[in-house]
């Protein structure tokens, strides 16, 4: 009712103005700012749900709502949500904005699944990692503690240090895992210990990998941290003229699976000869 009477009086004004009633119309239909409190109280509710700070605002030229965040929640679980909200986010248009820290890890887990475009510079870079991202939730969280250890990292190696307060550099973090890889950044080099699950230190085939890999299996570990084949690794540590001890620790550990191995491919072997002595036709 308090719309209608607005419409009503204005257009009565249309009378006495210039341009009559077209321009009085348009002064009669602007949609005013006013579901700021309403929306500010979803986004609200919308943070304390997904744990994530969300900002609507309003954009006088457009006379439009936009609800903006960083990270988080994919966009379409936000517009499902804005959908049940009803007409309180009727029209309300979303957009989430991607951080350095979420670009970086894409970049690190391009790398490692060799699908970083080098070539296109650090522009391209940016949009193939935030399509990548359109549709994923919390970009910016690593899936373990070793890729937080070796996003933080990348992260602190891409940031400047000739100014204070500096923050990291994204197209310096896409350049560095492009040209060097990824196993510079892991967060130890030493052999995990008895019970420890491997996460921030090496695994036994890891260690063998990194201490004893050359050509294109060097090129595999840096890059990807793809191990070496199993034999190699230990025959490896076995050519060694002097291992250290960790690196006969780690040969130590993977002999039951390289007898497992080895014993498979035995009995593989034998059951093929076997076949070849039965009569034929």
């Not at 949609?31 to 309003?58: I, K, V």
């Not at 197209?171 to 196993?183: D, I, N, P, Q, Y």
């Not at 036994?204 to 793809?226: D, F, I, N, Q, S």
């Amino acid at each position: 009712m308090a719309a209608a009477g607005r419409v009503h009086r204005v257009r009565r004004a249309a009378r006495r103005l210039p341009g009559g009633p077209a321009l009085v119309t348009v002064l009669a239909c602007r949609p005013l700012p006013h579901r700021g409190p309403r929306l500010r109280r979803l986004a609200d509710r919308l943070a304390a749900q997904y744990r994530t700070p969300f900002e609507p605002q309003y954009d006088p030229a457009r006379r439009s709502w936009t609800l903006r965040w960083y990270d988080g929640p994919a966009p379409d679980s936000v517009r499902s949500v804005l959908r049940r909200a009803g007409s309180d986010a009727t029209g309300v248009l979303v957009r989430r904005d991607l951080t350095t820290r979420a670009l970086a890890l894409a970049a690190l887990r391009e790398t490692r699944a060799g699908a970083m475009r080098r070539w296109v510079g650090s522009w391209g870079q940016r949009y193939h990692l935030a399509q990548l991202l359109a549709d994923r939730p919390d970009p910016d969280r690593p899936a373990d503690p070793r890729e937080a250890a070796m996003l933080d990292a990348l992260l602190l190696a891409a940031t400047p240090g000739d100014r204070r307060s500096a923050v990291p550099d994204e197209s310096k973090a896409f350049e560095l895992v492009a040209r060097h890889g990824v196993a510079w950044l892991l967060p130890s080099d030493r052999l995990a210990g008895p019970g420890e699950d491997g996460a921030l230190a090496l695994s036994p085939l890891e260690y063998l990998t990194a201490h004893y890999a050359t050509g294109v299996h060097r090129t595999a570990w840096e890059t990807a941290l793809v191990t070496m084949p199993l034999r190699a690794a230990v025959t490896a540590a076995q050519a060694d003229p002097a291992p250290t001890v960790d690196a006969a620790r780690a040969a130590l550990a993977l002999l039951p699976a390289l007898r497992a191995e080895l014993t498979g491919e035995l009995d593989r072997t034998q059951a093929r000869l076997h076949l070849a002595l039965l009569p034929q036709g």
